[in-house]
């Protein structure tokens, strides 16, 4: 070859492999390379082509503006516009591209010309395929440095919003890291949880009602353009407002939220690499966002509980602090809540001037319901018993405007049974009403059992209700029992109840004790019995006995 082409030609070919190799830029070997063959065969019109992932297109076209730099390579298009002749970049049979130019001026290429185009073009492939190499290394390396990017962005955000213990801040991190990630100026963002306020963050872009896209958002697992979206309100709103991107927000399977972007900056795409790490970024943000819902449960939890503990604190502070000293009478009683506050109460109140001979009233009462409603609804009982005692004449009468106070001031289906016995400490006479409330147990020292049933409807229900009364006369020796259904309805793990006989029988074993003795003892029995059941209901009992 080098005494066919001689030594002019060997130096021009020399200077030339030096140019094609001095660049790694694609371009600049390129156009080197068309300069230096239409300058060498002196022609208007050269093409190149070059091998673009596996297909043949136009690289670089001079001289023939219908042919368009980026369009796939067709001969007899290439004819068509002025080229004849064809050479290939390389190897023939595995060629990088191919040259195509006019005819010279002669019309044909002589052969040592011929010789030095097959030369050039040959060193042309090298510097082709290191050009193309160091094209696919920078895309790698820039690939690589938008990894790390991405890579840091999203560690970053994971810090931050996982010390983010309020939704709507997590929520406003999430909203700024992808509009910043991407440079988009307008975004929607939100999130909701049954029990949770909603989160929403929107800045240029608005979401419809959670209910309206409840149903579109069901299905929606990846991220999806708009125009990909499901018929309906969700779709429409959004692609009147152009809007581009649609991130699901995905927890367990379900739809918690989604994130809307706009369109990025001079209409870039938002293609697999974008979605997968804006996926990304969106799983660790459900994640961030499902703590701080657990946090801010967790400290309302805390808060009610500190309420209700004070609740407790103050109930408890509604029942006698000590019971009263009565004459020939020992009082003891006992409540205790099936929850931190209870809708059970009892009372042991002076009729008159406050002395141990004066008559006394006695009450238990049981609100229905359990919780903080019923607690309340005590307290309402505690205060009207102690401002109608003393000026009624008996416990009928007090009964009777109770339950009107009652009716006129609790709803509907909230209603107080509770038992009410005066007593005289001197003689021993007692009247009792009974307004819906268990019957009361008179257990006399010679070992027979009396009751005290109802004798009127619950206390609240009915206005205008009446209320009877039983007299009675208690001797020495005597107790009677005033309890709530808490008692005789308490049941173990096979869920039978402990039973009003089995009260009897324990209030029969211990009549001999003192009234403090007794309660004590009933509760030992009823939790005996229940061996760690569940208690569901307010417990109650008080011991009224003559000495």
Request: proline share 7%; hydrophobic share 50%; charged share 15%.
């Given at each position: 070859m080098t005494s066919s082409l001689g030594v002019l030609r060997l130096q021009a070919l020399l200077e030339s492999a030096e140019l094609l190799h001095a660049s790694l830029e694609l371009d600049d070997l390129l156009r080197h390379l068309l300069r230096t063959v239409m300058g060498r065969l002196v022609v208007g019109r050269a093409l190149v082509a070059v091998d673009m992932d596996g297909a043949l297109r136009l690289a670089l076209v001079r001289g023939a503006p219908a042919l368009k730099a980026g369009r796939p390579f067709e001969e007899a298009e290439a004819r068509s516009a002025g080229m004849e002749l064809f050479f290939p970049i390389g190897e023939p049979d595995r060629p990088a591209g191919f040259l195509g130019v006019s005819r010279p001026p002669s019309g044909e290429l002589e052969a040592e010309e011929q010789e030095f185009l097959r030369a050039?073009?040959?060193?042309?492939?090298?510097g082709i395929a290191n050009a193309k190499a160091h094209a696919e290394a920078q895309r790698l390396n820039r690939r690589l440095d938008q990894k790390v990017q991405e890579l840091n962005t999203l560690i970053e955000f994971t810090q931050e919003a996982a010390s983010a213990f309020d939704p709507d801040e997590v929520a406003r991190v999430l909203a700024l890291t992808l509009a910043g990630q991407w440079a988009v100026s307008r975004f929607a963002l939100g999130a909701w949880k049954r029990g949770h306020p909603p989160v929403l963050r929107q800045k240029g872009l608005s979401l419809p009602p959670f209910e309206a896209?409840?149903?579109?958002?069901?299905?929606?697992?990846s991220p999806t353009a708009v125009g990909d979206l499901p018929d309906g309100a969700l779709k429409r709103q959004l692609a009147h407002q152009q809007a581009a991107l649609v991130f699901p927000l995905r927890s367990g399977g379900v739809t918690v939220g989604l994130a809307v972007l706009g369109s990025r900056p001079g209409d870039l795409a938002y293609g697999a690499a974008e979605r997968e790490f804006g996926a990304g970024l969106i799983g660790q943000a459900v994640m961030a966002l499902e703590n701080a819902w657990l946090v801010s449960e967790k400290l309302e939890r805390q808060r009610i509980e500190k309420e209700l503990a004070l609740a407790a604190s103050i109930q408890q502070?509604?029942?006698?602090?000590?019971?009263?000293?009565?004459?020939?009478?020992?009082?003891?009683?006992?409540?205790?809540?099936?929850?931190?506050?209870g809708g059970d109460y009892y009372d042991v109140l002076p009729v008159g001037a406050a002395a141990p001979g004066s008559p006394h009233l006695v009450c238990v009462a049981d609100v229905s319901g359990k919780g903080l409603a019923s607690a309340l609804l005590m307290s309402t009982m505690q205060a009207t018993l102690r401002a109608l005692v003393g000026r009624v004449t008996s416990p009928g009468v007090l009964a009777a405007s109770a339950n009107e106070l009652l009716h006129a001031t609790t709803p509907g289906n909230k209603y107080v049974t509770a038992i009410l016995l005066a007593v005289d400490p001197a003689t021993g006479t007692c009247v009792c009403t009974n307004a819906g409330h268990n019957p009361g147990i008179v257990l006399r020292a010679g070992g027979s059992?009396?009751?005290?049933?109802?004798?009127?409807?619950?206390?609240?229900?009915?206005p205008g209700a009446e209320y009877g009364e039983q007299r009675l006369s208690l001797r020495p020796g005597d107790l009677v029992a005033c309890y709530s259904d808490g008692i005789t309805e308490a049941q173990d793990q096979g869920e039978r109840e402990f039973g009003v006989d089995?009260?009897?029988?324990?209030?029969?074993?211990?009549?001999?004790?003192?009234?403090e003795a007794i309660v004590d003892g009933i509760f030992d029995d009823v939790d005996r019995f229940v061996a760690g059941a569940p208690q569901h209901d307010d417990v109650t009992l008080l011991i009224l006995r003559r000495r």
């Open positions: 050039l073009l040959g060193i042309a492939a090298g896209m409840e149903a579109e958002l069901a299905g929606l697992s502070g509604l029942f006698p602090s000590a019971m009263p000293s009565i004459d020939q009478l020992e009082v003891a009683a006992r409540s205790r809540p099936a929850r931190h506050v059992v009396e009751w005290l049933p109802a004798t009127g409807l619950a206390l609240g229900l009915f089995q009260l009897v029988s324990s209030l029969e074993a211990r009549s001999s004790l003192p009234s």
